[in-house]
């Protein structure tokens, strides 16, 4: 019998992922050009009009966020995005849509892992965090994608996919099709016109104030947030464990960077080291659980990530003093600040790793 006929295709990560939100039911998507965001929000501004969606090149990184957040309340799928350094012109608001419980979905394309800290605590004011989702493929990040809408819609509360720019730029033969998660609850929340009058208006707001109430109840409305918060992170913790029973040494490691750590750890098992790798694909909720148990039987981890060290504190924090936690990371970029830096080469990760393996310091700043 003749071969089914695939229906994957060579694309581009900004590509793929656009087409993955639209995939997902997302209709409306704004933001402002910052590479390497830039390609994702072109991807969407070619594609949203096919389908009836709106995309829109807003003035600022304010605008976009302002125009999300509107979209979103009325019980669209909607979402925004850009790089790090344009995330933290919205911080503001995303503490507020998440305190607001909206729905919504944000796109960092991050330059390198240096906005860790920004995507797992952010810079907003408040008791709040997002879920945050990090893809280590164009493939993995097509299914993640549109897991986000899901559990953004299912939790009404913003999740984030960290990505960067070799996630938006490397090609890989994907295929877009929409994804059933299972069913989720209606949108009776939502502000979108169908009810008139004061008597049968809705309200979304950040700060607790409910219809008919002659008052704000401030401590109720946190802990609600906080016991939602609560749950997620017990439902929505993922990751990867490979080589790790027999593991003398764990590699910690998230995102793209993963994958040159994967092809690492293949040539120091070669070499007759017993390495193992951990790669957290939820960076909030963090998987801390998992990571102990799969540490249990090392004697050293090795937290490998593209900054001055960020990630290793939730490493540290996992495992609660049980195992030395060394990093074999560093800052390593491009002159464009891309994050196209010498710590992308396997060899090199190994070499590091090898150093740590064997007691020897491995420098934390600049990888050379």
């Known amino acids: 019998m003749p071969e089914a006929k695939s229906n994957r295709r060579l694309m581009e990560g900004?590509?793929?992922?656009?087409?993955?939100?639209?995939?997902?039911?997302c209709?409306?998507?704004?933001?402002?050009?910052?590479?390497?965001?830039?390609?994702?929000?072109e991807n969407f501004a070619r594609r949203l009009p096919d389908v009836g969606g709106h995309c829109i090149n807003a003035e600022s990184e304010l605008e976009a966020i302002g125009q999300a957040w509107g979209a979103a309340a009325t019980g669209f799928r909607a979402a925004t995005g850009s790089t790090g350094q344009g995330l933290a012109l919205m911080?503001?608001?995303?503490?507020e849509i998440t305190r607001a419980e909206i729905p919504i979905v944000i796109f960092n394309m991050s330059r390198g892992q240096s906005d860790y800290?920004?995507?797992?605590?952010?810079?907003?004011?408040?008791?709040?965090?997002?879920?945050?989702?990090?893809?280590?493929?164009?493939?993995?990040?097509?299914?993640?994608?549109?897991?986000?809408?899901?559990?953004?819609?299912?939790?009404r509360h913003p999740v984030l996919i960290y990505g960067?720019?070799?996630?938006?730029?490397?090609?890989?033969?994907?295929?877009?099709?929409?994804?059933?998660?299972?069913?989720?609850?209606?949108?009776?929340?939502a502000v979108d016109g169908s009810l008139g009058g004061t008597g049968r208006s809705r309200n979304l707001n950040p700060i607790g104030m409910e219809k008919g109430s002659k008052g704000i109840d401030p401590s109720a409305f946190w802990q609600k947030l906080w016991e939602k918060e609560q749950r997620i992170e017990a439902a929505e913790q993922r990751f990867e464990v490979e080589d790790a029973d027999d593991a003398e040494m764990l590699i910690v490691a998230f995102g793209t960077l993963a994958r040159f750590a994967r092809a690492s750890i293949a040539q120091l098992r070669a070499e007759g080291l017993k390495v193992g790798l951990f790669r957290p694909i939820s960076l909030w909720p963090f998987p801390s659980e998992a990571l102990a148990r799969a540490a249990k039987g090392c004697r050293l981890v090795a937290c490998l990530e593209q900054n001055a060290g960020q990630?290793?504190?939730?490493?540290?924090?996992?495992?609660?003093?049980?195992?030395?936690?060394v990093p074999i990371g560093g800052i390593s970029t491009d002159a464009a600040s891309f994050g196209i830096g010498p710590l992308l080469d396997s060899?090199?990760?190994?070499s590091r790793a090898r150093d740590a393996h064997q007691g020897r310091p491995v420098s934390r700043g600049v990888v050379a």
């Open 14 to 25: 900004s590509e793929a992922i656009a087409e993955a939100a639209i995939a997902a039911g």
């Open 27 to 41: 209709r409306f998507f704004t933001g402002y050009p910052m590479t390497p965001f830039t390609e994702v929000l």
């Open 91 to 95: 911080q503001e608001s995303m503490s």
């Open 117 to 155: 800290y920004q995507a797992t605590r952010g810079g907003g004011h408040g008791d709040y965090r997002h879920i945050v989702l990090a893809p280590q493929s164009v493939g993995e990040a097509v299914e993640l994608v549109q897991l986000a809408f899901h559990l953004s819609d299912h939790w």
């Open 164 to 189: 960067d720019y070799l996630l938006a730029h490397t090609c890989e033969a994907v295929a877009i099709e929409r994804r059933d998660y299972g069913a989720l609850p209606p949108k009776d929340w």
């Open 311 to 325: 990630m290793i504190d939730d490493v540290r924090l996992a495992l609660n003093g049980s195992h030395p936690v």
């Open 347 to 350: 060899e090199r990760i190994a």
